[in-house]
């Protein structure tokens, strides 16, 4: 393959995953600059390691995957701050319903935006309505771990919002 059919391959696996990197980056950063910034670091870091993958996984599997690897080493690099409201920008990139919704799914993340990162990433992959399958091959966790994590996340955000 040409370096430009590869660089083609390559941008359109970018535009056909768009929104799955600014999700991830999303969940992990809590203001607009640091968002560009991750979505850049996740872009070079999905360009990198292109020509290795092979297909063996879906294509979203692996973006996903690449993505939340890339902002957890971005949080262990800065020995990572609390982050207090990642969805208080841009949330209009990411969906276009009624005012409502979007305050229920800004309300959704602000309590997302408090679990630990592996709990984030369970639970936004289980959003996205990624099978356990797809979830236990993008975290590198059991099946069955997946579905007692999703259960307790659940019941930790239902009393998250009741407090």
Known sequence: MSNKELEQKFL???EENKKIIYKVGLMYTDEQESLNDTYQEIVLNLWT???????????????YQIAINTCV???RKKKSRPISSPMTYDIEQ????????????????????Q??????????LWLDEKSYDD????????????GVKINRIKEKLIKMSNK
């Open 12 to 14: 359109s696996l970018i």
């Open 49 to 63: 390691a292109f020509p290795k993958f092979k297909g063996d996984s879906k294509s979203s599997t692996w973006v």
């Open 73 to 75: 080493s971005e949080l």
């Open 94 to 113: 990411l969906m276009d319903d009624s005012e409502e919704y979007k305050s229920n799914v800004k309300e959704l993340y602000k309590l997302i935006s």
């Open 115 to 124: 679990l630990t990162k592996l709990e984030r990433a369970v639970i936004m």
């Open 135 to 146: 979830i236990s091959e993008v975290l590198g966790i059991s099946k069955t771990n997946v």
